[in-house]
């Protein structure tokens, strides 16, 4: 289903437009079987460029590794993702937790990309997304319990690659205590595949591997 947009006045800044336009977004992200056609259709008004959303408006600045991510800047991965987690929002627990994560993921990239002599790396974003996710969500809605379980997933997004490779970084207690995993899984397969030149069976066998040690670990403790 496809959304009509509502006739609302993007170049114009003031708190009733502001408003409307969160609403807008929610609805598009909930609806629309690409989501990512109304959010390129915004990106380049006045208003994007404003509180909450220059946090989004900065993704089309920041830059990616071209060997990870082929399709370029972290605004073309997220519109990818996106559009990949409305075809599995379904599956979801939590529909509108989920779309939003999936907006969300990234957003600490802007703030923690560093190209050094040519290598592009992002390390800690989705902790300083964490606290950037609080403040977007914020002025969108006072409800604290969705906006912790939105954080929680955008936290630990990175733990799929972290679980699966072995790395120091996975935690798999802390993130059952913060977030639920087969919710971490869904979200993890949607930012994989939200690429160019992916290998969608690699990917599936990496979530199935993920939940695999996920449960392993539950069952030895």
């Not at 630990?156 to 679980?163: E, F, G, K, R």
């Amino acid at each position: 289903m496809q959304l009509k947009q509502k006739n609302l006045n993007l170049h114009e800044i003031n708190d009733d437009i502001k408003v409307l336009l969160l609403n807008e977004i929610n609805n598009h992200l909930l609806l629309d079987e690409q989501p990512s056609i109304f959010l390129n259709s915004i990106a380049d008004t006045k208003i994007f460029k404003e509180f909450p959303f220059f946090m989004l408006y900065k993704l089309r600045e920041t830059e990616q590794s071209p060997i990870h991510h082929p399709e370029g800047n972290v605004w073309n991965h997220t519109m990818l993702v996106v559009d990949q987690a409305a075809k599995q929002k379904n599956r979801s627990k939590d529909k509108k937790v989920f779309m939003w994560a999936a907006l969300l993921h990234d957003i600490g990239k802007a703030e923690t990309t560093k190209n050094k002599n040519g290598k592009i790396t992002a390390y800690n974003h989705e902790s300083a997304g964490t606290d950037l996710c609080i403040k977007f969500l914020h002025e969108f809605t006072t409800d604290d319990k969705f906006i912790k379980k939105v954080t929680g997933l955008v936290r630990w997004h990175m733990q799929i690659l972290h679980v699966v490779k072995d790395m120091p970084f996975a935690d798999i207690e802390a993130m059952a205590e913060e977030t639920d995993i087969n919710e971490i899984a869904l979200l993890g397969f949607c930012d994989r595949m939200g690429r160019t030149k992916v290998d969608a069976a690699k990917e599936k066998n990496n979530i199935k591997i993920f939940l695999e040690k996920c449960r392993t670990y539950k069952e030895s403790k």
